[in-house]
């Protein structure tokens, strides 16, 4: 061994491999720890080049490329390289230390007939590359399983100068290849676990809205507004308004479990797409009486024709009105005095008594101003908001996801303190909060699927929002960015 060897296999001896475990341990992004991988097997062994391989539905799939004499960079990004996966033929030397969990170390590649070097020959050809020497060690984790394989390529001495990998390179690259099995396989559990996490929440949000025909594509609707408000924050925007990955994650989370508490709401007020629901068929039933007893008094000769006519004409006439008045969006000053003129009137029935045409309680339905509910419903409908806390409450989310409980909660306050439940003002309602109702109020407006009420068009609903903000109600410049943003536009 010459001294340029030996300086650098005691190279290897300095390198304090706990404190690359640490640096890996630490590592959040997949793509950077995959690159951290490669980069120290690299410096270890002062090779110039290397590939990353994970195993993946029974294949090795190219992960990281790096050729420094090359300039040759692929996949520290996330881009998928365009070559094919490696099968687990014994002919593959790649494939070969996967299969048989076994480190291969070999001098020169174009000595070696017992592996299938066409690969890298072929790369030579195209290239001018020279591949010479070649060390290929296994990933393996906790299981003993195989999850990948890295090979690195020409190890060099301090003049540059391609040599084969020195045997004692072996035990660091296998310490390092067992490292790196761990934090990628953790690093795996973590995004399984955020996947299980993120089905359950979109299966019970789907769930939630399902539970109302009308109501079915409100939460995704607003998890589309959602992203593509934050994808033009992030890009057109900046600064305090930018939102990484966890605190979109979060957002998103919250979005999607706004409305849980809605699982416990009774389906009759959840459903109500009418201010009389099935009390209309008693009205109905009573006009056909009150008309029946016209038509008797008719008979009798107690009225005239000209006066059954007009009768007849005024109790088709009332009806039309109670049926407008049970299925509009907003009872307006006429149309409610014309309710209540049609409950001022009486007739008689068959025994002779007095009886209006509307009960008290058919009344105080049918003069509801705003939507179906009365306030008693409306009072249990809004209670979905404080069942929502409660339930998510019982989820022990981690420290990523510590805010989701509060944002999803409190999308029904406003920053005046007059929103529910808790009457929250401006300095207790963070910006993500701000952002959900904004997109819950939007959809709401402009949902098609309502049966109580009409769609209302996006210029209509943004001038809505834009007048809620003069009023105090929510944040002006986030109302401002949302319609600059054309987020519900996103597909």
């Not at 410096?43 to 990281?64: P, R």
């Not at 300039?71 to 070559?83: F, R, T, V």
């Not at 033929?89 to 007939?113: E, F, G, H, R, T």
Request: negative net charge; charged residues 25%; contains cysteine.
């Amino acid at each position: 061994m010459n001294t340029a060897d030996k300086q650098q296999v005691n190279h290897i001896n300095v390198k304090n491999l706990l404190e690359i475990a640490a640096a890996l341990s630490k590592e959040k992004d997949y793509n950077k720890l995959l690159t951290r991988i490669l980069r120290e097997a690299m410096d270890i062994t002062n090779c110039d080049g290397g590939t990353l391989y994970l195993l993946i539905d029974g294949a090795l799939h190219f992960k990281i490329m790096r050729t420094i004499s090359m300039n040759y960079y692929k996949g520290a990004d996330g881009e998928k390289i365009a070559l094919p996966p490696v099968a687990l033929s014994k002919k593959n030397v790649c494939a070969c230390a996967a299969l048989n969990k076994q480190m291969i170390n070999i001098d020169d590649v174009y000595c070696s007939d017992k592996y299938d070097f066409s690969g890298p020959r072929n790369y030579d050809k195209m290239t001018g590359y020279q591949t010479r020497s070649m060390l290929v060690v296994p990933m393996e984790d906790y299981y003993g399983d195989i999850i990948g394989v890295l090979q690195l390529i020409n190890a060099q001495n301090q003049n540059g100068e391609v040599i084969a990998f020195n045997k004692k390179y072996e035990e660091a690259i296998t310490s390092l290849a067992s490292l790196a099995a761990v934090s990628i396989t953790n690093m795996n559990y973590i995004e399984e676990i955020k996947e299980i996490l993120h089905s359950f929440v979109e299966v019970i949000s789907t769930a939630i809205d399902e539970r109302t025909p009308y109501n079915a594509n409100h939460t995704k609707n607003m998890v589309r507004y959602g992203k593509a408000f934050i994808k033009y924050l992030n890009e057109q925007v900046g600064g305090i308004y930018t939102f990484d990955e966890n605190r979109e994650e979060q957002f998103l989370m919250s979005v999607w479990l706004h409305d849980i508490g809605k699982m416990v709401i009774p389906l009759e007020i959840m459903n109500k797409e009418t201010r009389l629901s099935s009390a209309i068929y008693s009205i109905k039933s009573r006009f056909e009486l009150i008309g029946l007893l016209n038509k008797i008094a008719l008979l009798r000769g107690e009225i005239s024709e000209q006066d059954y006519e007009q009768k007849t004409l005024e109790l088709n006439t009332d009806l039309k009105i109670l049926e407008q008045a049970n299925t509009i969006g907003f009872l307006n000053d006429d149309l409610l005095s014309c309710v209540r003129a049609v409950a001022a009137k009486t007739y008689r029935n068959e025994q002779g008594e007095v009886c209006f045409y509307l009960t008290e309680e058919e009344y105080n339905l049918l003069t509801i101003r705003f939507g179906t509910l009365t306030n008693k419903e409306r009072q249990i409908m809004e209670s979905h908001v404080a069942i929502t806390e409660k339930l998510l409450n019982k989820i022990a989310f981690s420290k990523d996801y510590n805010n989701v409980t509060f944002w999803a909660s409190s999308h029904h306050e406003y920053l005046n303190g007059c929103g529910y439940p808790r009457h929250l003002t401006a300095d207790e309602l963070p910006f993500e909060v701000r952002v959900l109702t904004i997109l819950d109020i939007y959809d709401a407006l402009t949902a098609r699927d309502r049966p109580y009420k009409p769609p209302m068009p996006a210029e209509k609903a943004l001038a809505v929002l834009d007048d809620m903000a003069d009023k105090g109600q929510l944040d002006k410049k986030v109302v401002e960015l949302f319609i600059a943003s054309c987020a519900w536009e996103a597909k």
